[in-house]
């Protein structure tokens, strides 16, 4: 058994796992501090109610986010150690930064969330809310600067047979990685909005504690838009980058095969890699491509065929999630304008409502989608033109890979359902009363 | 002192914060099945570490992350040699992690019954195996100079290996048990007095047995027989052992704890200071240990590294500190009450 193909099989299940969680507790801890500061500031109890009921299931899922996280900082050591050799010097400092910078501070204070109720003013406590919040991103915008050095490093020298950090404000500037965090953070927040809506839709169709539900729609609704719309400008000015940086994978996310100017966009294609063309094209638009990467429809666009193979990502799973991201994050802009322009009659719209409820998953499989583009696209590179994922694998056996993503897929496999279910049963009881 | 020298200790010291922290929260999942005899028993246990185990475990990502930064050899080595071990561990603390927060959701005896059982292996078992693997550490692991291990995981369960796990989940025990009496009032608080009454009396014996095992499995003394000054962190460590029993007799909850949380300190700075400057020795050749001059990162990393513990980990344990300081008494009838408890 292959160590490196279960290496990578074995870390892209924990990482897409893991980010089934990540995006809702980043989206959703900055618009429950929002509802717990209107609560504390005006004394509304129906912000406090709704603080209570977003919170219960914001924790939920907080607890499945950092118990998976937790295995990935690790991973690094047990399955890619001679990456971890190469590049620590550099990465490492990343990794140990963002632990003690930020998952500190958002680990401690969710305790005092938790149980700091009755031990703590209201104001305090909603203070700590933001402050659980702003380590959650604080966290992830770390994570994406690691990232981004593996995309595309810089601020390293090879030296002593391993690449050294010569300039931190470089690394910690890395275009590649704030390009991330700027696509990332808005869609986690319309992940959480879109988390909102369908839920509270789910109460609305049932025409039950209506006031709450309300108020909780319409906060979605406004940062739904806002981050709809603030994702797709993200995410193009992230494109142009990569089609600079990275021509493999937008060649690979377009299945684009010659290199040609005024390259043109297929709507739909069956990428054949042997033949190193498409088997079937459908709805091509001239210059499209060149304009998307570019900005410039005259733009050359670099095709496959000119990269030489053992550089090539493999194409058709880039190419289906590119178009799948895309495709689901335009449709997510239209629900929200809609939703928008029916702001005011929400209750009179149920077919609106129940196809809200219906689109919860929808974010989720376009940020996962989005994930598979970046780091499949990077493909057949661990650090981008630096080193290859196959040099940079642990020198273990391939069965105890294979034991323990099967242990993943299993344990995994399982807290999802159970949190599912936890989730799914906090919803249907809906929210309490409070006495406070 | 070098760069490397201060990084070996900082090192060290993260460490020691995590098993003096996550500790006693270990401690309290290994007695839970035992101590905790009613539903309200098993949750004033589950509710005196609530507010705090999420920010301990930290300590251990933290000390993960730094040996990345500042030895990534070590890390590479170490994780990669030690697969096997590592994974039970961290799937250990995702059961732990998870069986906390779920325990409550359900009024079920058959669900709380599941979780409780995860929570106590998911204390257990990383209480052994990180025993297990610093003993083993101690004596040196069998792996060559092209960082390629040649041991198997069975063979590090090994007497003195197994010796230094005991030695772990009693220490983690007794550090439980201090807590709980801080933590619980009346028949509750007596019983977790009694219990870490009784577990020091195992503890003595096998931490005498864990040092005298060290000269004859390490070469731990080493540095010990080089600077004899050093001798002073084990006459710490016993005398801390000591004042732990000694508070506990007294009533004095609080410093009772702190004495368990000193033991735990001195514990591991005794293999620190011993294994000085090795991180992994090799034992399969001496001059193969991955060490602090030959596996730390460039002086650049480990400069800017250094700026940013000497800012942020001060501020850690002043924060922390507070959260302590805010969730000192002992869990209440009001607390137990709260949707939010465990």
Known sequence: ?436 | MELQSIWFFLWGLLWAIFFLTDGFDFGIGILYPFAGKTDRDKRVMLNAKGPLWDGNEVWLITAGGVTFAAFPKVYATMFSSLYTPLMLILFALIFRGVALHFRGKIESPGWKKTWDTLIFLGSFMPALLFGVAFANIFAGIPFDNQGLYHGNTLKLLNPYGLLGGLLFVLLFMLHGANWMTIKSTGELQERFAQIAAKTWMVLVPVAVAFLIASFFATRLYDNYIKSPALFLVIVLAVAALFCARYFNAKKAWFKAWFASALTIMGCTFFGIFGLFPALFPSSMNPAWDLTAFNASSSPLTLKIMLGVVSIFIPIVIAYQSWAYHLFKDPVSDEDLDMDEAY
């Open chain 1, 1 to 436: 058994m292959d160590p490196v193909f279960l290496s990578r099989l074995q870390f892209a299940a924990a990482t897409m796992f893991h980010f089934l969680f990540v995006p809702l507790t980043l989206g959703l801890s900055i618009l429950i501090a929002y509802m717990e500061t209107r609560y504390a500031w005006s004394g509304d109890k129906n912000y406090l109610r709704m603080t209570k009921f977003w919170g219960k299931l914001f924790l939920i899922n907080f607890a499945l986010g950092v118990v998976t996280g937790i295995t990935l900082e690790f991973q690094f050591g047990t399955n890619w150690s001679r990456y971890s050799e190469y590049v620590g010097d550099v990465f490492g400092s990343l990794l140990a930064i963002e632990a003690s910078a930020a998952f500190f501070l958002e680990s401690t204070f969710i305790g005092i969330w938790i149980f700091g109720w009755k031990k703590l003013s209201a104001k305090a406590h909603a203070v700590v809310m933001w402050l659980v919040a702003i380590a959650g991103i604080s966290s992830a915008a770390w994570i994406l600067i690691a990232n981004g050095f593996m995309q595309h490093p810089v601020g390293y020298d090879i030296r002593n047979g391993r690449a050294e950090l010569t300039d931190f404000l470089a690394l910690i500037t890395n275009k590649h990685g704030l390009l991330e965090i700027i696509h990332v953070l808005p869609a986690s927040l319309l992940l959480g909005a879109f988390f909102i809506m369908g839920i509270s839709a789910y109460h609305l169709l049932r025409k039950q504690h209506t006031e709450i539900f309300l108020k909780s729609f319409r906060i979605g609704l406004v940062v739904g838009l806002v981050t709809s719309l603030l994702t797709a400008f993200t995410g193009d000015l992230h494109g142009v980058n990569v089609s600079k940086t990275q021509p493999a994978k937008l060649a690979a996310m377009e299945s684009h095969w010659e290199t040609t100017t005024q390259a043109p966009l297929v709507m739909f294609a069956i990428p054949d890699e042997t033949q190193e063309k498409n088997k079937i094209e459908i709805g091509a638009i001239p210059g499209l491509l060149s304009f998307l990467g570019f900005h410039d429809f005259n733009a050359e666009v670099i095709g496959l065929k000119d990269i030489p193979k053992q550089d090539r990502p493999p194409v058709l799973p880039i190419f289906i999630g590119f178009r799948t991201m895309v495709g689901l994050g335009t449709l997510l802009i239209l629900l929200m304008i809609y939703g928008w322009i029916r702001r005011n009659k929400l209750m009179e719209s149920p077919n609106y409502l129940k196809i809200m409820l219906w689109s919860i998953p929808l974010p989720y499989i376009a940020m996962e989608m989005g994930w598979v583009v970046s780091e499949v696209g990077r493909q057949p590179w661990i650090v981008y033109n630096l080193m290859r994922t196959s040099d940079a694998v642990s020198p273990i056996a391939g069965s105890q890979v294979m034991v323990s993503l099967t242990a993943f897929i299993l344990v995994y496999g399982l807290l999802g359902a159970v949190g599912f279910y936890l989730i799914a049963k906090s919803v249907k009881e809906g929210p309490g009363a409070v006495t406070e």
